[in-house]
């Protein structure tokens, strides 16, 4: 979906960063930069970079909430015993720039639920100070991951929801920005 909004943003006239963890997709519109990153730290760290920056952030990527605690520098010989991992929470990105956010800027969450959707998506717009987030549901078939089509809510700082039929995520970054140049104006 990241992708698929910087395009439809770019061709809006916005000039993009597009901060992308490590995958294959490509790109190409001269107004987007492209900064790829691999861990979930560096995504942060470049993004605090970025936003002031920006007049509009879309946290579309699906970081993960845990890291692995200790890393080891070599690697693991199986044993017959089982092996324990400790983890750790990983910088939330969203949360973190909702808290330097002026109110001159556009916040844009994502949130992928399994349960009680609605109702964690209108917990995460007050927590993490958004303007709106994109609800996807696991439930519907086509939508989320590994599909060229996705299906959504978008619900707002009112917690007005607005649903849509399953798309391909071009039509939808279009529902979305849609939504974005509306709050801009």
């Given at each position: 979906?990241?992708?698929?909004?910087?395009?439809?943003?770019?061709?809006?006239?916005?000039?993009v960063?597009?901060?992308?963890g490590?995958?294959?997709?490509?790109?190409?519109?001269?107004?987007?930069?492209?900064?790829?990153?691999?861990?979930?730290?560096?995504?942060?760290?470049?993004?605090?970079?970025?936003f002031s920056?920006?007049?509009?952030?879309?946290?579309?990527?699906?970081?993960?909430?845990?890291?692995?605690?200790?890393?080891?520098?070599?690697?693991?010989?199986?044993?017959?015993?089982?092996?324990?991992?400790?983890?750790?929470?990983n910088?939330?990105?969203?949360?973190?720039?909702?808290?330097?956010?002026?109110?001159?800027?556009?916040?844009v969450?994502?949130a992928?639920?399994?349960?009680?959707?609605?109702?964690?998506?209108?917990k995460?717009?007050?927590?993490?100070n958004?303007?709106?987030i994109?609800?996807?549901?696991?439930?519907?078939?086509?939508?989320?991951?590994?599909?060229?089509?996705?299906?959504?809510?978008i619900?707002?700082?009112?917690?007005?929801?607005?649903?849509?039929?399953?798309?391909?995520?071009?039509?939808?970054?279009?529902?979305?920005v849609?939504?974005?140049?509306?709050?801009?104006?």
């Open positions: 979906m990241g992708f698929a909004i910087a395009e439809t943003l770019a061709e809006q006239g916005a000039k960063f597009l901060i992308s490590p995958v294959s997709q490509k790109i190409q519109h001269a107004n987007i930069q492209r900064i790829d990153v691999l861990s979930a730290e560096d995504m942060y760290q470049e993004s605090i970079k970025q920056k920006c007049d509009i952030a879309v946290m579309a990527a699906a970081v993960a909430d845990y890291k692995v605690k200790n890393t080891a520098d070599k690697k693991i010989k199986r044993k017959s015993e089982e092996l324990s991992l400790d983890l750790t929470p910088k939330d990105i969203a949360a973190s720039l909702g808290k330097i956010k002026t109110n001159k800027q556009i916040l969450g994502f992928l639920e399994t349960n009680n959707e609605l109702e964690n998506a209108q995460k717009i007050q927590k993490k958004l303007d709106f994109v609800l996807n549901s696991l439930k519907d078939k086509g939508a989320g991951f590994g599909h060229d089509t996705n299906k959504i809510s619900i707002d700082a009112n917690n007005k929801k607005s649903e849509f039929e399953l798309k391909s995520k071009k039509e939808v970054s279009l529902d979305i849609n939504k974005i140049i509306e709050l801009f104006k």
